[in-house]
Nanobody, 124 residues
Framework: QVQLVESGGGLIQAGGSLRLSCEASGRTFSNVVMGWFRQAPGKERDFVAVIRGINNSTYYADSVKGRFTIFRDIAKNTLYLQMNNLKPEDTAVYYC?????????????????WGQGTQVTVSS
């Protein structure tokens, strides 16, 4: 079992930066694939970024590439999402997720463990 708790969301103006955190517990964090997804009002949950535990390789949705960075601190068992140059269209509830298979995935059904979500609101 993996437990995930997100934090760091808030209200920010366009062009600003936020860092989301996701604290994981329950199993060896270094061997877990972890991702960030987001869900805007009235829309489906979309993939944002993923990091593989085995080699720290990352992959991003085109909409956030160059602005967002996913990384982790193994010692703290914490996943992060650094979000720069935020845009109003980034407004959503952001969720971290984990899967125990070592293959990265952009599909939410492949993730067995989810946090409760944290709201990010970007004003224009």
């Amino acid at each position: 079992q993996v437990q995930l708790v997100e934090s760091g969301g808030g209200l920010i103006q366009a062009g600003g930066s936020l860092r989301l955190s996701c604290e994981a517990s329950g199993r060896t964090f270094s061997n877990v694939v972890m991702g960030w997804f987001r869900q805007a009002p009235g829309k489906e949950r979309d993939f944002v970024a993923v990091i593989r535990g085995i080699n720290n390789s990352t992959y991003y949705a085109d909409s956030v590439k160059g602005r967002f960075t996913i990384f982790r601190d193994i010692a703290k068992n914490t996943l992060y999402l650094q979000m720069n140059n935020l845009k109003p269209e980034d407004t959503a509830v952001y969720y971290c997720a984990a899967r125990t298979n070592n293959a990265a995935s952009i599909t939410q059904k492949d993730y067995a463990y989810w946090g409760q979500g944290t709201q990010v609101t970007v004003s224009s």
